[in-house]
């Protein structure tokens, strides 16, 4: 409840502030002799990045994963993997209007309310930019669970809907926000595919409890459902009991064993106005955040994996 | 992630099948010198009882709490409470038809996947009676934080929309479906008042977290968005970041002090037919979960609650 | 560290006070389809009463085991256990004394000191009366690791030394100080035999330091040694490295497949004097102590055991 | 039980292999606004290196402490705290023939049993230089019981008995072990005073349960006893129940607010041989591990003061 560690067998620990010296995490409980592949784990944080998408924030760091633990010959150790990425390019001139004016909807205030001090250079662990030790631990747990397939697609941005991730027309609508000094939310709708039977437990950790524990753990999600998602309330018994797939992959609070289904909603970052236009910040946190929404659900499904073990003869 | 126990400081872990000898909780974290009220805590176990609403499940157990440890006069021991409530009408004749059938949306088969046994009796572990524990600890946890008021509502069962609330029209829909053998979903909208400013974390458990952890932990939850929910995905920047309140009473993962607004989804109760029309059981679960969404809530603001007196001097 | 829960995969909680309504454990992680014998459960409980050692404390209560959940057919369902045995004889008056006289030695005042309220009718959670809820967790521990075998062996008692565990001039002995108003300390000899190798971390929870901790929280337990113990103080690194047997069976705080060795240092218990006489106290706590030893040691082998599977393909 | 975290509250996650890029840890639950003197982190880092005593291994690293994360401006923010020291001399050549020659009493063949892999080039997790992680923690632990005075005294090493401390003598002593490619166990009596009363729980989690955790976690320890130790096995009730003094501070598990007193017992570090005369290994390893003997307390009782805040109004 410290808050920074999230698992209980496959543990991630994660540390830094936006404007530190470093981001970085921890990862205990990763099994021995897996290999690892450090350009695959780079791919992954360059997925979060500006890139593929044009108008995300500014911020240009490169990201570059750095192994100081766990790892050796290319072979996981079965010890604590330490990985860390340099804040390098900690300009904090973007957040001196920020700290007289504290963002609604954003923790500029709350943090201090917490905890009586902040670092006001920027987000601290509120950033966004925290999610990099989600995405380096997100590449390890999908090592121990390599047939599983987590796809989460873009489906919404602001007025855009039924996306199917992001084209061109997304892309001009995003121009279009940043230069405004606007910025949208969306929806993201998620695929899991080939989970093994029997993950996720029948009490408080239900996999669509910890699921969502993961998922509602990222800064802007506001909002989860499985299944068929709005339209359970709606609907009568008979409706939904005929067909498995309206659940969307688990029943009980455990999977079973197809494929699992749910939908994010995500609001519009909170920097608007001269702020965003000048500033680095994304009109929409939609496009980065799919690795990051992956990461989590590979994190917490691992770690289901691995508990599941414990179980069997 | 044996999934038993939820919470950190304050530590809930329930135990109990349907048709066992009795249900029961232990909660170890509990403050030393608290008067407890055993009428009281009666008093919130009833509520998720038929009685109040005459239609639901007809299992009509005395579900009388039995306080085994922790509580000495009338006042907490600083020592772990133990509470159990037998099972006494542990009828499971109705259940020979889901031995061989399954209930779709159920726990029936993926309990036997997980664990490759199952209690057929009834639910096991995935029955609502296990919500009894969650009460019990409920009742607890409010005696920490008394000045948070939690009020949750039902605002949808099936086609009746904008509900305020069980009346005689919803009472009458119910009764329809009790006749029928079938059953409904709904809405639950949530309202906590007075929580104090600083509870939650900003990473992984985010008071956004941590509660959807706690609530789409109950069997039926399908759902959960704060704030203004839906409406974000379409919303740009410059419309919510105007209001505060459109956060619900969370930003960045952390309690400003205002009042908290969520909204769960649930689905309908996957025993329908002939099984339902003759079986125990409720045309529709809200009327009774409305008092296990409180007292998960009470569970997870407790937890933080504690957590938050280990940062201050 | 509320302080009543050990273990991490197999989770044993314990509650119960020594004069409210009943002793119980909660155990979270119990694999499931594992036969229980429920007789052979209480011949574990029998081992920690009086009867065998017929000068042991005369509270002569029945201890009878009930199991409330995680059982069904005598087959664990993976599910919680829950078991608890009543308080029948509460008698209280013995405790009148001590109430205004705190025993020294005791957690008579310090729990007071903690938690500003106490049951002043008997022990309270420090009463040797919880370690039943020990050796209910400590049969089902033992019925996931059969093959290992601990055995504890009273090895001196206050002036006998090298002993061979108790015999009759032990018996004389101990009736000698039960008419006194005495009581004495001693040691137990620990061996453990065929520990699966690996078990244990190279960190914090080495074998020997979560074995200490399971150990030490006994509450006449004053001090742990392992393989040749206090020798290690003077010998030097030749006299000892060639021989693997003066490690005692862990190497780098993981078991090497060989026989693990300890002792323990056991102080008298602090009841003495009239109280003693006239009280259902023991004039040494050892003989009941043993199958305590020895189910504290199998929770925390099995613990390391269910987490070793994690790392395994 | 991964075993690289220690700590409820106060979580100490570890992290580093001898050979590896960076040893480090992570701090999670320390408390926000409090002053960190990096010159004071770096004094408590050099004491457990050569320097004041010349005999120690001759791997003269730096171990300059480089902070990430968690402290701004010289003060704690209550984010976690991330700390790492280089591994600047990674000269593996002296374990050439440890990776043919497991040592016997060390992890080199146990952490191959265990995981199936070994970073050969060294210690590993098993390495003593692990330990800085547990300094730089102790330092920030220490912050937070600022009043609380841990020390650890040499009082045995090898046939030099009743020591207070290493003087002239004892330097002899040890040069003369090293020429002879010898090595020494002994004994280190620990003093802690102004303890306030009421750390340490009644079940588990009794205050010498949780201090044997944490000194047994140090590698060549080998045994703990509180209090007047191996006495207490021939003393009787009478002999030890009129001065508190005997229990060494505790009681019931409980800090009684008087000074706490235990014993460690290590062995001779298992290098020894042309090896040790060669390599850069330490003759004795009780110089430089008095820190980490100090440190590892302070997070105890850190961890247990932080606690026993969530049970006070």
Redesign the interface.
């Known amino acids: 409840?410290?808050?920074?560690?999230?698992?209980?067998?496959f543990?991630?620990?994660?540390?830094?502030?936006s404007h530190?010296?470093?981001?970085?995490v921890?990862i205990?409980?990763m099994?021995?002799?897996i290999e690892v592949d450090t350009n695959a784990l780079q791919q992954e944080l360059d997925r979060r990045r500006p890139g593929a998408f044009k108008f995300a924030t500014s911020r240009n760091e490169p990201d570059k994963a750095?192994?100081?633990?766990?790892v050796?010959q290319n072979?996981?150790?079965?010890?604590?993997?330490?990985v860390?990425i340099k804040n390098t390019n900690q300009k904090s001139e973007d957040y001196k209007e920020i700290k007289s004016n504290p963002?609604?909807?954003?923790?500029?205030?709350?943090?201090l309310?917490?905890?009586?001090?902040?670092?006001h250079r920027g987000g601290?662990?509120?950033s966004g930019r925290?999610t990099v030790s989600r995405v380096i631990a997100g590449y390890f747990a999908g090592l121990i669970i390599p047939t599983i397939k987590v796809h989460a697609l873009i489906t919404?941005i602001?007025?855009l809907?039924e996306l199917n991730g992001i084209d061109k027309e997304v892309e001009n609508y995003l121009f279009k926000?940043k230069t405004e000094g606007?910025?949208?939310?969306?929806?993201v709708a998620v695929s899991i595919k080939n989970v093994p039977?029997?993950?996720?437990?029948?009490?408080?950790?239900?996999l669509?409890?910890?699921?969502?524990?993961?998922l509602?753990?990222i800064?802007s999600?506001?909002?989860?459902?499985?299944?068929i998602?709005?339209e359970?309330?709606?609907?009568?018994?008979?409706?939904?009991?005929?067909?498995?797939e309206?659940?969307g992959g688990i029943?009980?609070?455990?999977?079973?064993?197809e494929e699992i289904c749910l939908k994010l909603?995500?609001?519009?970052?909170?920097?608007?106005?001269k702020n965003?236009k000048e500033g680095r910040h994304d009109p929409c946190i939609l496009p980065r955040v799919v690795p990051v929404i992956e990461s989590m659900i590979k994190i917490t499904l691992c770690?289901?994996y691995?508990?599941?073990?414990?179980?069997?003869?």
């Open positions: 409840m410290s808050g920074n560690t999230f698992g209980n067998i543990k991630v620990t994660s540390f830094g502030e530190g010296e470093a981001m970085g921890v205990d409980g099994p021995p002799n750095i192994i100081l633990s766990g050796f072979k996981t150790l079965g010890t604590p993997i330490a860390i963002r609604v909807g954003h923790a500029d205030q709350t943090t309310d917490k905890f009586g001090i902040k670092d601290g662990r509120a925290e919404q602001g007025e809907r926000l606007e910025s949208a939310g969306g929806e039977k029997g993950l996720g437990d029948p009490c408080f950790d239900k669509k409890a910890t699921l969502s524990h993961a509602l753990s800064g999600c506001m909002g989860i459902s499985f299944g998602g709005e359970f309330k709606s609907k009568l018994g008979s409706e939904i009991s005929t067909d498995r309206n659940f029943e009980g609070g455990i999977s079973n064993g909603i995500f609001k519009a970052p909170s920097t608007v106005g965003a770690d289901h691995l508990m599941q073990k414990t179980l069997l003869r």
